[in-house]
């Protein structure tokens, strides 16, 4: 899974509700995140790991709040990630603590593109990446 999230992503962004979608450009190395507006801006980050099968993440709760630092977690992440995937996952909010949350992760991986629906109750925002 380390060796499948490490590189350079372009992520198209349809958010739920009202919000305009968008391209941000992402940048994961063996322990860390940066999220931009282009390729070269790097304004939002933070860190990573695997733990087991838990994928934690911190960092701002948004690139608007950088001093609001944050975890959330994918949980029974699978090791290794094949050719094609299709994976729903338990998303563990910032400040929630249980194993499940309601929240959830719908995971697609295939021909190159990785797909993420999060979805929480009715709510979808879809992230659509793809390497660069």
Same mark, same amino acid.
């Given at each position: 899974?380390?060796?499948?999230?490490?590189?350079?992503?372009?992520?198209?962004?349809?958010?739920?509700?009202?919000?305009?979608?968008?391209?941000?450009?992402?940048?994961?190395?063996?322990?860390?995140?940066? =999220?931009?507006?282009?390729?070269?801006?790097?304004?939002?980050?933070?860190?990573?790991?695997?733990?087991?099968?838990?994928?934690?993440?911190?960092?701002?709760?948004?690139?608007?709040?950088?001093?609001?630092?944050?975890?959330?977690?994918?949980?029974?992440?699978?090791?290794?990630?094949?050719?094609?995937?299709?994976?729903?996952?338990?998303?563990?909010?910032?400040?929630?603590?249980?194993?499940?949350?309601?929240?959830?992760?719908?995971?697609?991986?295939?021909?190159?593109?990785?797909? =993420?629906?999060?979805?929480?109750?009715?709510?979808?925002?879809?992230?659509?990446?793809?390497?660069?």
């Amino acid at each position: 899974m380390t060796a499948f999230l490490r590189g350079k992503w372009r992520v198209e962004v349809v958010p739920a509700g009202r919000g305009s979608a968008g391209t941000l450009f992402a940048e994961i190395t063996a322990s860390s995140w940066t =999220i931009g507006k282009n390729p070269r801006d790097s304004s939002w980050g933070g860190q990573w790991a695997l733990l087991g099968d838990k994928l934690a993440i911190q960092g701002p709760e948004s690139p608007t709040d950088l001093d609001e630092l944050v975890e959330v977690a994918a949980l029974n992440v699978p090791r290794k990630v094949g050719p094609t995937e299709s994976l729903l996952l338990p998303w563990r909010p910032p400040g929630d603590s249980s194993a499940d949350a309601g929240q959830k992760l719908k995971v697609t991986y295939a021909k190159g593109t990785l797909h =993420i629906v999060h979805i929480e109750g009715e709510s979808r925002t879809e992230f659509t990446c793809t390497r660069m």
